[in-house]
T-cell receptor
Framework: QKEVEQNSGPLSVPEGAIASLNCTYS??????FFWYRQYSGKSPELIMS????GDKEDGRFTAQLNKASQYVSLLIRDSQPSDSATYLC????????????FGQGTTLQVKP | GAGVSQSPSNKVTEKGKDVELRCDPI?????LYWYRQSLGQGLEFLIY????????KSGLPSDRFSAERTGGSVSTLTIQRTQQEDSAVYLC????????????FGEGSRLTVL
């Protein structure tokens, strides 16, 4: 079992729709969770962090965390073609706050 | 306000040769990370430094891989006797505080082993 799992996609949504990206993790003691965006040929950049169960909203982005189910998600409202990228879920290992483990990423395609 | 700088940006080498990849983090960032990304894959953790020490080396794929960081700044990742499976983009990132999970990535070093 991979430590952080994501569906590689591609996930294709029409412009203006809600894109839902999902991630599961195996380390039940993990406390910190992150979403990074990586455009093709570029390096990843942090877009959201979440530490507590529930929802965290930032503009068109909402991160959701359910520690009991070991599940993290990212919702993108009013998806734009410029949101087309690979979204990487990352988790801090419990007991080792410096080690950030990434999933393989989900490729999102937003079609005009 | 320069970002994370990596060199070389591209490296083509022959199987069996040694290579060195360099990372210059953002000034003042205490944590430094090395990841590897193969084509179409996610980021594979290699090693992370807090200051000059490496609390976790568990991601290094084999004893052909080593890394060091000096002066709490520049880091070098060395791959000895390169193999074709070492071909990937090697990404370096730095962070002012590893607890935040906010990593600032360099543009990467693309390694091709022929």
């Amino acid at each position: 079992q991979k430590e952080v799992e994501q569906n590689s996609g591609p996930l294709s949504v029409p412009e203006g729709a809600i894109a839902s990206l999902n991630c599961t993790y195996s380390d039940r003691g993990s406390q910190s969770f992150f979403w990074y965006r990586q455009y093709s040929g570029k390096s990843p950049e942090l877009i959201m962090s979440i530490y507590s169960n529930g929802d965290k909203e930032d503009g068109r982005f909402t991160a959701q965390l359910n520690k009991a189910s070991q599940y993290v998600s990212l919702l993108i409202r009013d998806s734009q073609p410029s949101d087309s990228a690979t979204y990487l879920c990352a988790v801090n290992k419990s007991g080792n706050t410096g080690k950030l483990i990434f999933g393989q990423g989900t490729t999102l395609q937003v079609k005009p | 306000g320069a970002g994370v700088s990596q060199s070389p940006s591209n490296k083509v080498t022959e199987k069996g040769k040694d290579v060195e990849l360099r990372c210059d983090p953002i000034s003042g960032h205490t944590a430094l990370y090395w990841y590897r990304q193969s084509l179409g894959q996610g980021l594979e953790f290699l090693i992370y430094f807090q200051g000059n020490s490496a609390p976790d080396k568990s991601g290094l794929p084999s004893d052909r891989f080593s890394a060091e960081r000096t002066g709490g700044s520049v880091s070098t990742l060395t791959i000895q006797r390169t193999q074709q499976e070492d071909s990937a983009v090697y990404l370096c990132a730095s962070s002012p505080d590893p607890n935040t999970g906010e990593l600032f990535f360099g543009e990467g070093s693309r390694l091709t082993v022929l």
